[in-house]
């Protein structure tokens, strides 16, 4: 009976090897664009709940900024900053 080292030949190893080498490449494939659209995910949320929460606020004195997909995602990529910005711009632009 052959030992377990003796069966295996270089042939065997190197396709081990090849096997294990795709299997890396195919994960950080998947896990990247994972992260990317959780990241995305969490700022669009945290955009739209900032835009909400502001515009529940400041209703009593008639400000608010409107709910669409562009101002989610700059208030959502730039946090408070980005939400101020948007109140300068519209308050600049409606004098």
């Given at each position: 009976?052959?030992?377990?080292?003796?069966?295996?030949?270089?042939?065997?190893?190197?396709?081990?090897?090849?096997?294990?080498?795709?299997?890396?490449?195919?994960?950080?494939?998947?896990?990247?664009?994972?992260?990317?659209?959780?990241?995305?995910?969490?700022?669009?949320?945290?955009?739209?709940?900032?835009?909400?929460?502001?515009d529940i606020a400041l209703q009593v004195v008639d400000v608010f900024v409107p709910i669409n997909p562009l101002t989610v995602l700059l208030t959502g990529y730039l946090g408070p900053p980005g939400?101020?910005?948007?109140?300068?711009?519209?308050?600049?632009?409606?004098?």
């Amino acid at each position: 009976m052959q030992s377990l080292l003796e069966q295996l030949n270089i042939n065997t190893v190197l396709a081990g090897l090849f096997v294990l080498a795709i299997a890396i490449v195919v994960t950080r494939a998947l896990v990247v664009p994972a992260k990317f659209a959780l990241r995305a995910g969490l700022m669009v949320l945290s955009g739209a709940c900032l835009l909400l929460a502001f515009d529940i606020a400041l209703q009593v004195v008639d400000v608010f900024v409107p709910i669409n997909p562009l101002t989610v995602l700059l208030t959502g990529y730039l946090g408070p900053p980005g939400l101020l910005a948007l109140l300068f711009i519209q308050f600049f632009l409606a004098f």
